[in-house]
Every structure is written in C-alpha cells, then in structure tokens.
C-alpha cells in the first residue's frame, strides 16, 4: 500500500517512487521495528534496533572531532557551516543507521546554513542512477493556517544546467490532497517559485548520509538499515520474548476453589480476586481448594533469547557480547579477536560515510552560497580542508601498547623514562623533564656493597 507521500506526489507532478515495492515494504519494516509498532504474536519490549542504533552512533562519534584548515577568504564562513552540520550528525546518523539512507537539507539562516535531516521515510526518490544517486527526489512538508491544514510538495531534479525546484502547495482534505492554492497563500512560502533553476549547485541540493551495507533486500541500488539482515532475527526474538512473557503469565499460581467459595448467596461481592481463584462447579468431589504453581521453562526462553542475539551480532558486524550476554558461551581467542575486529571495521565504515556526507554538504553550501551571493566566488575545496579527528576510539588498544613500550624497553630499543612518561602522561621533551621523571617514577640504584673498590 503506497504512504500518503508517495500518493500525493504521483497525485501533483505525475512522476512516481521509483523503489521497488520489495524496499518499500522492507523500509516500513524498519521504522515499524525501531518505533516498536505491534507485530501480531511479537513482544518488543526489548526494543533491539533502538539498542543497536544507540550503540553505533555512540560508537562513531565517541571522540569525533572536526575542523577546517585555517586561512583563505571562506574559512570562517565554511567554519559556521560545519558546527550547523555537527549539530544535527547524531540525528542524522540515527536516521541513516534507520532508513539505511538520510538527506541534509540546507536551509539559509543567519548569512549561512543550518541542516534539517530528512529520514527515508519523508521523501520519495524520483530517479536514481546505477550508482544510486539521486536524480530526481520529492518531499512534502505540513504548514497549518487556523483550521486549515496544508502540504508543501517540492521536486528537486538534477540537470546539466543546475538544480531545478519546483514548489506546489495543496489544501489538505483529511489525509489526502485537496485543491491546489497559490504559493502565496500562506507566509511560508509567499517568496518561493513555482519552479526555481540554480545553476551550478549539483545533484539534487542535498547531501546523503548512506550506510554502506550492500542491499540484502532486492539488490538494487537502494541503501539498507543497519539491522536489514538481522530482521529475521528481531521477529523471532519478538516471538520469544512473548512466549517468555506468557510463560510466567500463565506459571503464575493459581488456586481452585469450588464455586460456592467465590459466589456464595450472601449479598455483597466476594472479595477474591479473579486473577488468583479459578472456580469449579459444585461437583461433592471439587468442593475446598487446590493449588497449582506448575514449573517455569525460563531457562529454555532465554537460551534461544542469547542465541538470536549472538546471531544478531554476527549479521551486523558488532562485537560479541554488545547485546548478548558475554560470558553466555565458551569462546576461544581468535573468535573474540575476529568479533573485536568486526566491530572496528563496522565503526570505521559508518566514519568515513560520514566524512563522504560532510564533504558533501560542504560542497553544496559553496554551490547555493554563490548562488544565493551569502559568499565570494573563490574556489573551496571540502575534501583538501576537512580534518576529522575520531580520537583513538576502538582502534585503540592501551595495553597492547604499553606491551610494546615495555618490550622496547628490554630489548635496548627505548630509554625507560620515555616510556613511562607515555604511560603516567608526563612532559619528556627536555633533559630537565627526563630527570624529573626518573627522580618520580624510577626507583634509585642499589649502592654497590663492598664499602669501596680493591
């Protein structure tokens, strides 16, 4: 079933999504399970792609750190843009590892730009090249006037001669398209055009955040959420958790009584509660009470719950132990080596996505900055000027390194004071500095017995 965006967009400039049904169901998949929309026989109160989402984001930008090269008549310019675009990178972000793929739509505020993240699902693509960029993309805004509800539907399309945008506003019956209004008729959009051309600015005047999974849905071009192959996985864990659920429901102690007990002529209720007493007919051979407390199969539940969520970490590349238990299973070294390894190269993908997107947005702001004349016409090189420091993160292993200093040490290689000075963050630039931390840290030579030389 096509989304009312989707509708109203085939509705005003007759040009569809171009996503294969198979994604589209695929991408409502992936926000009904991050938003935790019901699944019939699922509970998702464990709410698993929140927790994985959480976790990477917060994993890529642990010590993120970003600058521009200083001088040149933009740098400062540029610099505003960058703090506008580091603003919202969390959000962003979530909204890719999500959707598989999020736009940043520039917005003039202040003499510069600020970004508002659209996730997958609040724009159509209306054209794509092999290499799944954009062509052509549509997205829709809601404006309220009084009583009145209105949608804002803008075409952005790439071509040989700049961008081109067209804005249509339409009153909104419900949910679903009503007239089309002038664009004048509300102050939002009393200054845009019914079709605007921007020469120069590339692409469609957005900038892609996309994950870097290969599409495991129906191979197109189309970007994937970061769990899209764990999918599987997160309804039979949902499957679980619900039999789990019912299983200390239905565990729960209950007592039978005959039904003189809990309806008894007497005027008034009875104050038992339905919950615990069950009752029989006034069979002779029922009468008194009974009570049933049969045993619990937990431990089966959660054995199948550490299973599926170990293979959860292996389909998405995390380590073992970040949503499973990590002591649930004997493991050798190599295996918490490759799963360690795994984490480092799933964290290091979603970085340099996001310096791709950066260096993007970048570009695109020189590009509408010339046009809108918000800056000079010197040429600006994002990817020349961008330094994005991820600090040591999990590429970083202290104590193997200070195995090595160590190591260097013996082997004649290192002068003792040098390493540790690395290790208790001391300053060993000078002689002074060296004898400072010998006299602090480095116990002094035994005296030599004897009382004197022979």
């Not at 929140?50 to 310019?77: H, N, T």
């Amino acid at each position: 079933m096509k989304t009312q965006l989707q509708q109203a967009f085939g509705a005003a400039f007759g040009r569809g999504d171009v996503t294969s049904p198979r994604m589209q169901a695929a991408i409502r998949e992936w926000f009904d399970l991050y938003f935790a929309r019901p699944f019939p026989g699922e509970d998702n109160a464990d709410r698993l792609p929140v927790l994985i989402v959480g976790k990477l984001c917060r994993a890529v930008f642990a010590e993120y750190e970003s600058r521009l090269a200083p001088g040149g008549p933009k740098a400062d310019w540029m610099a505003g843009n960058l703090r506008a675009l580091d603003a919202v990178r969390a959000r962003a972000m979530q909204a890719a590892l999500v959707g598989g793929e999020c736009l940043l739509k520039p917005v003039p505020a202040g003499g510069g730009f600020e970004f508002v993240p659209l996730r997958r699902d609040r724009f159509v693509p209306l054209g794509r090249d092999l290499q799944g960029r954009l062509l052509a993309v549509g997205t829709m805004e809601r404006l309220s006037r009084g009583a009145r509800a209105y949608a804002l539907l803008e075409r952005r399309a790439a071509g040989e001669s700049g961008l081109t945008i067209e804005s249509r506003l339409f009153e909104l019956a419900g949910e679903a398209l009503g007239r089309e209004v002038p664009l004048d008729t509300l102050p939002e959009t009393q200054a845009l055009r019914p079709t605007l051309l921007l020469p120069g600015v590339p692409g469609v005047g957005l900038a892609v955040l996309r994950t870097p999974l290969a599409n495991c849905v129906d191979g197109s071009p189309d970007a994937v959420a970061v769990y899209a192959p764990a999918t599987g996985l997160m309804h039979r864990l949902g499957r679980t958790e619900h039999g789990l659920r019912r299983e200390f429901e239905n565990g729960a102690s209950r007592v039978f009584a005959s039904e003189d007990l809990l309806h008894g002529e007497a005027p008034g209720p009875r104050d038992l509660r339905d919950d615990l007493f069950v009752g029989l007919p006034d069979d002779p051979a029922n009468l008194g009470m009974t009570v049933y407390s049969p045993p619990l199969r937990e431990q089966s539940y959660l054995a199948r719950k550490q299973d599926i969520l170990r293979g959860c970490e292996s389909l998405i590349g995390l380590r073992r132990g970040t949503l499973s238990e990590a002591d649930a299973a004997e493991r050798t070294a190599t295996e918490i080596a490759a799963t360690g390894a795994d984490a480092v190269l799933t964290v290091g993908d979603f970085q340099a996505a996001w310096r791709q997107a950066v260096c993007q947005a970048l570009d695109l702001c020189d590009a509408l900055g010339r046009a809108y004349g918000l800056c000079g016409p010197e040429p600006f090189d994002a990817a020349a000027a961008l330094t994005l420091d991820w600090g040591d993160g999990l590429l970083y292993d202290r104590a193997a390194a200070w195995q090595e200093y160590r190591q260097m040490v013996l082997d004649g290689m290192l002068r003792p004071e040098l390493a540790l000075a690395w290790y208790f963050g001391l300053p060993h630039e000078t002689e002074q500095e060296l004898a400072a931390v010998r006299a602090r840290c480095m116990p002094a030579a035994p005296a030599a017995k004897g009382g004197g030389t022979a």
